[in-house]
């Protein structure tokens, strides 16, 4: 903590400018609301009932009654000034949007927010209470430096930065506020307040008639953003580890105390027992909004399927350093506690837990509104609703406009006529970056438009060295792309087209992965695979990878999307004098008969066209790697069952296809169990 010094008169004729939500919230906790001459445009100011000058307050946290009991006055005030502005409107925008403004700002070293020279100047405070902690979240300490010294006369004003990161820290800014303002003994009952009634939430969770070790303590996720996820940071963990009767789904975060951002895999490994969605800055309303959003994401996850998806207020009860986290720990404890009819009964009893549906609430997932499936290869991503973004976005470029309405979300999205002003790929997976996301990266998890996630090796070690990487392959080649879905047949085509390289020396020809994978799971459709799975085995094999996004009820068919991933395969690879796809397919006529008819063309190539069980089974066993099923829908196979001969000859036995044709199971080839050598035939 830090501050400038200034003499500072008795409380009573204070005057406090407030540039932060969570002092004005410790303030008004203090009993200094009528001291209060300036706010930012963020912060909770409630004003008594006009109909009573005596009216109190309506809080949200912790009162010092002290405060109350020697200074009835302290709750009549009059709305202070707005001393900041904010060059961003989360309500207009989606959270992808709103990270990216961040992102920028922080690079351009630009504020997000100003101070108003006119209002500090009228508001004239002898404390102006600031931080230094969160770049995101107020205006900089630096300006509020230099307008103090150009605004306002020498010595008249102290600031105060206070910088609190765990949740010990907060409470002392209690205390510190309240000497600042010539009221200690305020902050030391507002201090032990909070602590007593953190600990009767923490002793009602130990109520419970389920939860008996502390393995088996509730695994909770908090997510303080959504689009791209961030845990969260500072005093967040104390909130859910010491106190709230949980332990956290992200316990490999270790050593920062700022929020870090995570990868959705990262999170499905994580398995939590339930997530709590409270986005910073962002209310139940929209944090609900947002949660049914992002239920594609949340999907896969088992507290998605168990209907332990929560949201709560962000804003209020967890982004604010301030007397309200107390409230956010009940939330926390009633959350992860939630069926636990002892521990729910404490926490209820407490007097002062949010209630549900306005501090925080369950998300519910309409079951039969949504179709569940994911696009497949061969699916149409059309939306149901002839408004869907793909047809909104083409009509907002041809009227030359940089943004549109997200049907499905009501926010503001960038056109790629946007994008093109800027002049550059900003690096944030943007819905309709035109330069196929070329500074993006964390491509596997970010991307909404065809790029290629694995350009292939720099430089290779391996003399055998079949596939130059994209940069390096010169114009007028002749290309291969094979579409890979990262389970066995894929592999096996593989190996068949690296055997066709080494023993063709007329065609010299280029390989390319291709993959398609729904843009909101990250999964490749029924195969289950993550896409980052798909990047792994193209990084073991050095096989350049493009990976195309499948965005359902876009409003583009799969088809569409296809063409778009060979329109960037053509923007990067100059003069292609043939341009070859390449399929895994074993026997199966319709499937084939559609390519033909869909992709004809091109020339089309079928390496293991009618190819006996037992040669591929020979040939698999050859390469040394690993074949484990992905997903099985059949009774008698079960995911995560290893691939082998004897395995295929149960099955048959079973009367299903050895090699899961016919979708009784799906596999995910492990390349890198064997040498790239090994894997590849060299």
């Not at 830090?2 to 919230?25: E, G, H, M, N, Y």
């Not at 700022?258 to 986005?279: E, F, M, N, R």
């Not at 332990?308 to 007397?323: C, S």
Request: with cysteine; net charge negative.
């Amino acid at each position: 903590m830090t501050s400038s010094k200034a003499s500072i008169k008795s409380f009573k004729d204070l005057r406090i400018a407030s540039l932060l939500p969570s002092t004005t919230d410790i303030c008004i906790a203090l009993g200094l609301q009528s001291n209060v001459v300036g706010i930012t445009h963020e912060c909770d100011f409630p004003l008594p009932d006009d109909s009573s000058k005596s009216s109190p307050f309506k809080h949200h946290f912790v009162i010092c009654q002290a405060a109350i009991q020697n200074d009835p006055a302290a709750t009549i005030a009059k709305k202070p000034l707005t001393l900041t502005v904010s060059h961003i409107d989360p309500s207009k925008a989606t959270q992808a949007e709103i990270d990216l403004a961040v992102k920028t700002s922080l690079h351009d070293g630009l504020s997000l927010y100003n101070l108003n020279d006119d209002a500090l100047s009228q508001a004239q405070p002898d404390i102006i209470l600031t931080q230094s902690l969160c770049e995101v979240c107020a205006v900089a300490k630096d300006e509020v430096d230099d307008k103090v010294s150009c605004r306002l006369p020498p010595n008249q004003c102290q600031v105060l930065s206070l910088e609190p990161e765990s949740l010990e820290e907060v409470t002392e800014t209690f205390v510190r506020i309240a000497d600042a303002c010539g009221v200690p003994e305020r902050g030391e009952e507002l201090r032990r307040s909070f602590w007593e009634g953190a600990e009767r939430v923490l002793l009602a969770t130990k109520k419970s008639g389920i939860v008996k070790t502390k393995e088996a303590l509730p695994k909770l996720l908090f997510l303080e953003w959504v689009d791209p996820p961030f845990n969260g940071g500072h005093w967040i963990p104390d909130m859910v580890e010491k106190w709230s009767g949980c332990r956290t789904a992200t316990s490999w975060v270790t050593n920062t105390c700022k929020s870090v951002q995570l990868s959705w895999q990262q999170i499905y490994d994580a398995d939590p027992d339930l997530v709590v969605i409270a986005c910073c800055g962002f209310d139940l309303k929209r944090n609900e909004k947002d949660a049914l959003a992002a239920r594609e994401l949340l999907k896969p996850l088992r507290a998605f399927k168990e209907g332990r998806i929560y949201a709560a207020d962000g804003n209020l009860y967890f982004a604010r350093p301030g007397p309200a986290l107390r409230e956010g720990i009940a939330i926390l404890s009633r959350c992860a506690y939630d069926g636990d009819k002892d521990v729910v009964k404490e926490l209820e009893g407490l007097g002062w837990l949010p209630n549900e549906g306005e501090g925080w609430a369950r998300v519910v997932y309409d079951q039969e509104a949504v179709d569940t499936s994911i696009a497949d290869m061969e699916d149409l991503i059309t939306g149901k609703n002839e408004h869907t973004f793909a047809k909104l976005h083409e009509q907002a470029c041809a009227e030359g406009k940089d943004v549109y309405i997200d049907p499905k979300t009501g926010y503001s999205v960038f056109t790629e006529i946007a994008h093109k002003k800027r002049g550059k790929c900003c690096g944030s997976g943007c819905r309709h970056c035109p330069y196929n996301h070329i500074n993006v990266k964390d491509k596997a998890n970010k991307i909404q438009q065809p790029a290629f996630l694995y350009e292939g090796p720099e430089k290779s070690n391996d003399e055998q060295h079949l596939f130059a990487s994209i940069p390096t392959i010169p114009p007028n080649s002749h290309i291969k792309v094979l579409f890979h879905s990262g389970g066995k047949d894929s592999f096996l085509t593989i190996r068949k087209v690296v055997k066709e390289k080494l023993q063709n020396e007329q065609d010299p020809f280029h390989l390319i992965l291709l993959t398609t994978f729904d843009s909101s799971t990250r999964v490749i459709a029924h195969q289950e695979i993550p896409i980052e799975t798909v990047l792994k085995q193209a990084q073991h094999l050095e096989i350049p990878l493009l990976a195309i996004p499948l965005n359902r009820c876009s409003g583009e068919t799969y088809l569409s999307r296809i063409q778009s991933g060979l329109n960037a395969i053509q923007s990067r690879v100059p003069d292609i004098s043939k341009l070859t796809l390449v399929f895994g397919d074993l026997h199966l006529d319709h499937i084939r008969e559609w390519r033909e008819k869909e992709l004809g063309q091109y020339p089309l190539e079928y390496p293991l066209w009618k190819v006996s069980y037992d040669d591929l089974m020979d040939d698999l066993e050859k390469s040394k790697i690993r074949v484990v099923l992905s997903a099985a829908t059949k009774d008698g196979v079960k995911e995560g069952t290893v691939f082998t001969r004897n395995f295929r000859n149960v099955v048959e036995a079973l009367g299903m296809d050895g090699f899961g044709e016919n979708g009784e199971f799906h596999s995910v080839a492990e390349v890198w169990a064997a040498s790239r050598k090994e894997a590849l035939g060299l």
